[in-house]
């Protein structure tokens, strides 16, 4: 479908999907130019194995530094031996982007990074928190040339409201939002087709 459509998806890869057969098949997508590679760090399967697994540990920005760090390395690594090439996109697991995640990620090379998801808080279960960001792109170390591009989301407006007042002045007023973004998981085809309309409506 991608191809159809001209689309070169970005395929961001696990620990696990680097180490089984699975990555030769993406190998082959990212040779051939039909998609791009990127790296997605899910703590609780990566090695190394030291840390309790907890939900607050689920984000890795709540890892200790050199931790957090040693497992990017890990992940790194493996993504370099399945594919013979570094990734330089990477996506925390869960959103758990935090102030280490983002020196870890000069220090590996990476280039862009994917992690936060604009307009939601994950405070509650201990993970960062982006409900004041919003959708546009802006540099985590303009000096070393590391971009973030956030999941694409807004504040909708439930009601017969939502498709005319803006999410923003919306949140502030006081009238009834909820956090939407660009995907799959516990979003509805109809609030991703609205999302997309006010974004694109929005510039």
């Not at 607050?56 to 399945?82: D, F, G, T, W």
């Not at 697991?93 to 280039?111: D, F, K, M, P």
């Not at 609030?191 to 974004?199: A, E, P, Q, S, W």
Request: net charge neutral; glycine share 10%.
């Amino acid at each position: 479908a991608c191809e159809r459509h001209g689309a070169r998806p970005l395929y961001v890869v696990t620990h696990v999907v680097a180490k089984s057969a699975a990555s030769g098949y993406i190998a082959g997508l990212v040779e051939s130019e039909r998609a791009d590679l990127g790296a997605h760090l899910h703590p609780w399967s990566t090695p190394p194995f030291v840390e309790d697994l907890t939900l607050r540990n689920s984000y890795q920005c709540n890892l200790p530094p050199a931790l957090e760090l040693e497992k990017m390395e890990v992940l790194h690594q493996a993504i370099r031996e399945a594919f013979g090439r570094a990734a330089i996109v990477f996506k925390a697991g869960r959103y758990g982007l935090g102030r280490s995640t983002v020196a870890a990620l000069v220090r590996l090379g990476y280039r862009l990074d994917v992690s936060p998801s604009a307009a939601f808080s994950f405070a509650a279960e201990g993970g960062p928190d982006f409900s004041g960001m919003t959708s546009d792109p802006f540099w985590l170390d303009r000096g070393a040339g590391l971009l973030c591009l956030p999941t694409s989301g807004r504040y909708l407006v439930r009601g017969w409201l939502k498709r005319i007042v803006p999410g923003a002045w919306a949140r502030r007023s006081g009238l009834l939002t909820v956090p939407a973004r660009l995907s799959p998981e516990m979003m509805t085809l109809e609030d991703m087709r609205l999302l997309t309309d006010l974004l694109i409506g929005e510039g």
